[in-house]
C-alpha cells in the first residue's frame, strides 16, 4: 500500500520537483506527501519511513510516517485528547463555569485503553464520570466519588488493552454497574434513572441498545466522544444518509441531545446537519476537524523540524542521535504550540459567532465567492442559503459554531494560498513568524537553517493567518478584499502593518491572561474592541498607502509616532471629547486592563481620527503632538466628535450602505485633516487662533447648523440618519481657513 503511493507521488532531488518515472502528469508539481498513524496502525510508522527511504530514496526521509521511533506519538503525548479538551475549555469558559475547580457531569463514548478517550478523562479530577460505553460495554456511576473515580480511570488507562469489565465494581456508586452492550435486559436502578434523566415513560427494564441511546439523551454538562462511529443524525436524515449501520440502534436526533457542551475529540460523532440543528437549539459543539486537530497540528511540527533539520544531517553538522536527542527535549514545547493553536481556534469560533449575530451580511458574500471558488461546497458543508441568511439577519441569530469552522476553513485556505506565492511571503518584516513556529531553542540555536527552511513560505503563510484571523475575525479579509478592490497579500500587508504599528501582538499575550471563566465577558470586551480597532485601521492604511509601500516602510511610517502619541493620549481630545476619554479609561481598567492597555484601548476608540494625525504630522512635517492639539480643537469647534459617537452604533443593513457610511466617515477625517495643514501653515495653534480662524472661514455656519440638527435628534432620542453624512462630508470640502 505505502509502495504504491509512494510509485505515483512527485519528490525532490537537490531541491528540484521530480516526477514519478512513467507516469502521466496532470497535476501541478507538489511533492509535500506525508501519512499519519490511525487507530490500529500506530506502530507501523517506522516500517512506512523504512520503505520511503530504502525503496524510494523519498526526499522527506523519515519525515514521510510521523509518530515513529524518532517521532512524536500522539497517545503518550495525549495531544488529540488534551487539544479537545482546551476546546471544551472554551465552551466552559463562555459559559462561565470553571470546569478546573468545580464538578461537572459526564458521559463519554470510548474506554480507557484508547488515546483519544483515556487520555481526556484522567485531565481533570472535577468529571463526574456517570456513564460511558464502547462497543462491548456500558458503563454506569451515578454518583461517583471524584478521587476515587479519577484513581480509577488512571489504573485502566495505565493497564494494556483494558475494558470497562476491568473496572473495579466496589468503586462504583449505588445503583451503577457494568453490562454488556449487548444484553437483552437491563434493570434501571432509581439511581440511573435520576442521574440520566431518564423520562417517565422509559419502563424500568431496557436493553443494552436502548441504554445507550437514553444515555446518549442524558442532561449533563458535557457528552465526550472518544470512540468510533456516529451517534447524532440530523431529524431530517436517515439511518442510510448517516452510513453507519453498525450504530443505528442507538443514534440519537440531535433535538434530542440534552447535554450542554460535545467534544468531539473522535471523528464523525454528529452528522454536520445534526452539529448545526444542536447549536441552533442552544448547544455548545465545534466539529470533529477544530476539536480533535491536535494530532495533525503535532505531526506537522514534526515534519517540519525533521525538514530543518536535513540539511544539517546531510552536510554532517548534525547526527542522526544528535537530531532525535533534540526531537525529544522539544516535545513539551512543540506540544505546548499545538495547544496553543487548539485554544486559537476555539476562541476564535467564540468571537465570531458574537460578531455573526451583526455582520451576517458578510458571511452572505463570503459563503458566495468561497462556493464559487471551490472552498467549500455550500449544499454538501449544510451552509445557510440566501432565505435563511434573510432569516437570520432579522433575527440576529447569527452563524452556527459548526458552519463558522466551515466558512474559517475555506478562508484559510483561500488566504494562505493568495499570500504563499507572493513577494509578501518573502518580507523580512515576518521572519518572525517563522522563528516564533519553531521551539526558542531552534531560533536561537539553528536561526539560519529556521530561515532557510524548505517549506519557508507555507509556514509563514499558515503563522499569519492563524494569528490574524482570530483578531480580524472570520470574514473580515474577504470584506476588505471585496470593498476595496485589492487583492488579498495587498490587504493582509495592511493588516499586519496595523497590528505592529498598534502593538496588538503583545496585547493579545496579555490579554490572554485575563481569559478566565470568571472574567469572560470582560476578556471578550476587549478582544472585540481591539479586532475593531485592528480592522478599521488595516483599511484606513490600504486606502492611504496600501498600493504603494512595502510592509515594512508602512510600519516605519507611523509605528514611532504612534507610540509618542500613545504617551501624551490626552492631547488628541479635549473639551466632553476628553472627558469621554477619561472614563473610557477608569471603564478599560474595570475590565481587567492595566493602565496602560486601558489608555491604548481608549485611545484606539477613536482610531481613525489618531491615524489621520499621524498622517497630518507626516504630510505637514510638524510634530505629532502640536498636530494632535490642532486637529481636536477643529473637531472641538465644529462639533464633529458628535458623529464619530454613531460611527461604531450605525448597522448597516446591506454592503453598499455600509460603504457609503464609511466612504463619508473617511472623507470627513480626511478634510479635517487638510484643515490642520492649513491652519499649521499659518501657524494657527493655539485654542484662540484656531477658534477665530474657523469662525471666519465661508461655510462654518452651514456646518454648525447641521450638526445642531445632529444634535438636537440626539437629545431628542431620534434614530441616528446616515444620510447627514455624506452632507457634511461635503460642507467640510467647501470650508475654508
Not at 609 to 623: I, T, Y
Request: glycine share 6%; with cysteine.
Amino acid at each position: 500500500y505505502i509502495a504504491t503511493l509512494l510509485s505515483i507521488a512527485d519528490s525532490k532531488r537537490n531541491g528540484v520537483v521530480v516526477h514519478p518515472e512513467n507516469t502521466l502528469v496532470y497535476d501541478e508539481p507538489d511533492p509535500y506527501f506525508v501519512v499519519a498513524a490511525d487507530k490500529g496502525t500506530a506502530t507501523f510508522s517506522d516500517i512506512a519511513n523504512s520503505i520511503a527511504q530504502k525503496d524510494f530514496d523519498y526526499w522527506l526521509g523519515d519525515a514521510f510516517a510521523s509518530g515513529g521511533s524518532a517521532g512524536y506519538d500522539h497517545k503518550k503525548y495525549g495531544i488529540t485528547a488534551k487539544g479537545a479538551w482546551e476546546c471544551v475549555q472554551r465552551h466552559f469558559h463562555d459559559l462561565g463555569i470553571n470546569c478546573t475547580s468545580q464538578p461537572f457531569t459526564v458521559v463519554g463514548i470510548g474506554d480507557m485503553s484508547g488515546d483519544v478517550f483515556g487520555n481526556a478523562l484522567i485531565l481533570s479530577r472535577f468529571m463526574r464520570l456517570i456513564a460511558a460505553f464502547n462497543h462491548k460495554h456500558i458503563f454506569l456511576d451515578p454518583s461517583p466519588d471524584l478521587d476515587r473515580g479519577l484513581a480509577e480511570r488512571l489504573r485502566l488507562f495505565n493497564t494494556p488493552r483494558s475494558q470497562w469489565s476491568d473496572y473495579t465494581p466496589g468503586a462504583i456508586s449505588q445503583g451503577g454497574g457494568i453490562f454488556n452492550r449487548f444484553d437483552k435486559e437491563i434493570t434501571l436502578s432509581p439511581e440511573a434513572r435520576q442521574a440520566l434523566s431518564i423520562a417517565d415513560d422509559v419502563p424500568n427494564v431496557v436493553d443494552g441498545e436502548k441504554l445507550i441511546s437514553l444515555i446518549l439523551r442524558a442532561q449533563v454538562e458535557l457528552l465526550w466522544n472518544g470512540g468510533i462511529g456516529t451517534y447524532v443524525k440530523g431529524q431530517t436524515e436517515s439511518q442510510a444518509d448517516v452510513n453507519d449501520g453498525t450504530n443505528d440502534g442507538v443514534r440519537i436526533n440531535a433535538n434530542e441531545l440534552r447535554a450542554r457542551i460535545v467534544g468531539e475529540g473522535g471523528n464523525l460523532g454528529l452528522t454536520q446537519k445534526a452539529r448545526i440543528e444542536f447549536s441552533l437549539q442552544g448547544g455548545r459543539v465545534n466539529t470533529d476537524a477544530i476539536d480533535n486537530s491536535g494530532g495533525v497540528d503535532l505531526s506537522d511540527h514534526e515534519v517540519n523540524l525533521k525538514l530543518l533539520f536535513a540539511p544539517l544531517l546531510g552536510s554532517h553538522d548534525l547526527s542522526i542521535t544528535e537530531r532525535n536527542k533534540i526531537l525529544q527535549e522539544l516535545a513539551p514545547d512543540v506540544v505546548e504550540s499545538v495547544l496553543r493553536q487548539n485554544r486559537n481556534q476555539a476562541l476564535m469560533l467564540s468571537i465570531s459567532a458574537l460578531q455573526s449575530k451583526t455582520s451576517i451580511e458578510q458571511y452572505r458574500y463570503l459563503i458566495r465567492d468561497m462556493n464559487k471558488l471551490g472552498y467549500l461546497d455550500r449544499a454538501r458543508d449544510v451552509l445557510p442559503d440566501e432565505q435563511e441568511i434573510d432569516e437570520r439577519a432579522r433575527d440576529r441569530t447569527g452563524m452556527t459554531r459548526p458552519e463558522l469552522v466551515i466558512c474559517s476553513a475555506a478562508t484559510k485556505m483561500w488566504v494562505k494560498e493568495e499570500i504563499r506565492s507572493s513577494r509578501l511571503c518573502s518580507d523580512h518584516n515576518l521572519a518572525h513568524f517563522l522563528l516564533s513556529y519553531f521551539p526558542k531553542r531552534i531560533g536561537d540555536d539553528f536561526t539560519t537553517a529556521v530561515l532557510e527552511h524548505s517549506l519557508r513560505a507555507d509556514i509563514i503563510a499558515s503563522c499569519v493567518v492563524n494569528e490574524i484571523l482570530p483578531a480580524v475575525g472570520i470574514p473580515f479579509v474577504h470584506n476588505m478584499v471585496s470593498l476595496n478592490n485589492t487583492t488579498v497579500p495587498n490587504a493582509m500587508k495592511c493588516i499586519l502593518a496595523a497590528d505592529e504599528i498598534l502593538g496588538f501582538n503583545p496585547l493579545r499575550d496579555r490579554l490572554r491572561t485575563l481569559d478566565t471563566p470568571t472574567a469572560c465577558q470582560a476578556f471578550t470586551e476587549l478582544w472585540l474592541d481591539m479586532g475593531s480597532a485592528l480592522r478599521e485601521s488595516s483599511v484606513w492604511l490600504l486606502n492611504t498607502h496600501g498600493l504603494e509601500l512595502p510592509l515594512g516602510e508602512i510600519v516605519k511610517l507611523y509605528a514611532s509616532a504612534f507610540e509618542t502619541l500613545s504617551k501624551h493620549a490626552s492631547l488628541v481630545f479635549i473639551g466632553q471629547e476628553l472627558v469621554r476619554f477619561e472614563r473610557r479609561i477608569e471603564h478599560y481598567r474595570t475590565l481587567g486592563a492595566s493602565q496602560n492597555d486601558a489608555i491604548l484601548f481608549s485611545l484606539c476608540r477613536r482610531i481613525l481620527p489618531v491615524l489621520e494625525v499621524l498622517w497630518s504630522a507626516r504630510e505637514f512635517k510638524h510634530d505629532v503632538k502640536v498636530v494632535a492639539s490642532v486637529y481636536s480643537l477643529i473637531l472641538e469647534e465644529l462639533a464633529i466628535n458628535t458623529l464619530f459617537k454613531y460611527e461604531q452604533l450605525v448597522e448597516s443593513s446591506n454592503k453598499w450602505e455600509q460603504e457609503l457610511v464609511s466612504g463619508s466617515y473617511q472623507e470627513i477625517r480626511r478634510s479635517i485633516s487638510l484643515l490642520t495643514g492649513q491652519l499649521l501653515k499659518r501657524s494657527l495653534t493655539t485654542p484662540q487662533e484656531v477658534s477665530k480662524a474657523l469662525h471666519a472661514a465661508l461655510g462654518y455656519e452651514a456646518i454648525r447648523t447641521t450638526m445642531a440638527d445632529v444634535e438636537e435628534a440626539t437629545k431628542q432620542k431620534r434614530s441616528f440618519q446616515v444620510a447627514v453624512l455624506p452632507v457634511i462630508s461635503r460642507q467640510l470640502r467647501l470650508l475654508a481657513v
